[in-house]
C-alpha cells in the first residue's frame, strides 16, 4: 500500500484489500487504530456527503414535474411528466388521457410519462385542471 500523500489524502479502497482505514490504511479487517468500530458499520457502498452539500429534492414531495428532454433521441424532445402519486395502471389511462390532449403519442417508463414533442404547456393546463400540484422542471 502507498504512503500518505503530504496533504493528507491516502488510500480509501483497494481491489486487493477492500475497504481501508483513513488513518492507518490497513484493511478494515486488520485496523490497529481503532476506528474500525466506525468503519464496519458503514455499508460498502455508503458515500460520505460534506455537510455543506445540498439533498437532491424528495420523489414523494406531492409536486408533479413537467421537462423537456431530448438525450437519446436524435434531437426530437419529448415532455416527461414525473412525480404523479399513482399505480401503473391509473399511470397508463393519464398518458392515454394527456396524449389524446396533445394530440401526439407516447408512452409510461418506469413510472415516468413521456409524451412525444413539446407538449409541456397543454400538459401543464390538464393537470392543473385535474387538480394536480405541478410545476415546470429544468429549463
Known sequence: MRKKSADGSGLVYSTEHGRTCPKCEKPVSQCACGHKAELSSLPAQTKLIPSGCKKAPAKDDGIVRISRETKGRKGSGVTLISGLPLVESELIALARQLKQRC?????????????????????????VRLGYKTKKAGG
Do not use: M
Not at 108 to 114: A, C, L, R, T, Y
Open 103 to 127: 394530440g401526439s403519442g407516447g408512452t409510461v417508463k418506469n413510472g415516468v410519462i413521456e409524451v412525444q414533442g413539446d407538449q409541456r404547456e397543454v400538459v401543464l393546463v390538464e393537470l
